[in-house]
């Protein structure tokens, strides 16, 4: 029986969880977690990282669509004790708010 190829998006997609934030705080100091914008699908993100495709990310870094979790923006979250989407593309961490904490952040 021949074994099919599942696809990198389909791999990624069972590989994504939530977790909290303060769960990442090591990786957060060592500057190993990236923020994904919701403007931007995660495993999209995910996919073109793995993909080595420097011109669609250098873009949406250019755009700020992608970037370094802040200091403040990790604060908030510590604060407001945040879970967060996250998907590991070594050496990196994708992390994205869900849809219903944007909403109660910019309440």
């Known amino acids: 029986m021949a074994s099919q190829k599942v696809p990198l998006v389909a791999k990624l997609n069972l590989e994504t969880a939530q977790i909290a934030w303060k769960d990442l705080q090591t990786f957060f100091a060592n500057g190993s977690v990236l923020f994904v914008s919701d403007e931007l699908d995660l ?8 993909a080595d495709n420097t011109v669609i990310f250098e873009q949406w870094l250019a755009d700020g669509k992608v970037a370094s979790v802040s200091d403040s923006q ?10 967060l989407w996250s998907l590991v593309i070594k050496p990196w961490i994708l992390v994205q708010q869900n849809a219903q904490q944007n909403q109660l952040v910019e309440q």
């Open 43 to 50: 495993l999209r993100v995910a996919e073109q990282l793995a």
């Open 74 to 83: 990790a604060l908030a979250w510590y604060e407001s004790d945040a879970m």
